[in-house]
């Protein structure tokens, strides 16, 4: 009984021994496979999230410099819309400045002790188109095409010939004084005649200023056909341009 049970217990040894022998020999090996297998999987897990943050990082900066060149683009395109309604504000005034100096030019403030200063009304007159010129040229930067040039030289034809005829006027005026001065130094002892010389200017000076008025009224009517012309296109301009405005200002935020 005992020898049957060393028998046994040898059998059972053998057949454990052969069990363990094939777990190391099949299962061992592949347990570190796939030991090994899992830390690169985790290894390569690593290195694939790290490229991704890298590119998540890359996309945010460029999305960043994207936005700051896009809000820089539009805050110069802003800038560029405000330069452009200044100019059309400026053009407008200057111009509105020119006209209504030439339409309501005062003469009765001058007479034989001072007509000499009407000069001085020609050159400020003359100053006034300048800045009328300037303000044209600098509009022209954002507005130059044929329907705003077209209508200005139109416009300004008109008003050129309103500005001959003060000028003619303001001529008239001037010989007219001159000749009187003349007349009455001639006649400065002749207090009957020195009073005739002054009628007689006086009547001049309401003839010529009479019918500078008439035809000066005549000539702005078609300044204003003009210029009420170019007010609409100016006003719809900028209308245009606050609308443009607004849409950049909406794009530069959102």
Known sequence: ?????????????IIVSLFAFYL????WPKYFERKAENQATKEDIGEITEIIEHIK?????QNEFLKAKLSLANQHKLNLKSAEREAMLEFNKQKSAWIYSLLRFSFYKYHLENYRDINLAVLDNQKRQYEYDLAAAHLTLFTHDNEFIGLKSKLIDEVLELDKILFNTIYDLFLSFSRAEL?????????SEQAKI??????ELISIITRHKKIAEKQFEKVNRYDLLMRELLCNRLKILEDATIANAVGSIS
Request: net charge negative.
């Open 24 to 27: 190391l020999k099949n299962y």
């Open 183 to 191: 007349n009455l130094n001639l006649e400065k002892d002749q207090p």
């Open 1 to 13: 009984m005992t020898e049957l049970r060393h028998y046994i217990l040898e059998f059972a040894t």
């Open 57 to 61: 990082s890359d996309l945010a900066k």
């Open 198 to 203: 002054r009628y007689t200017l006086n009547e």
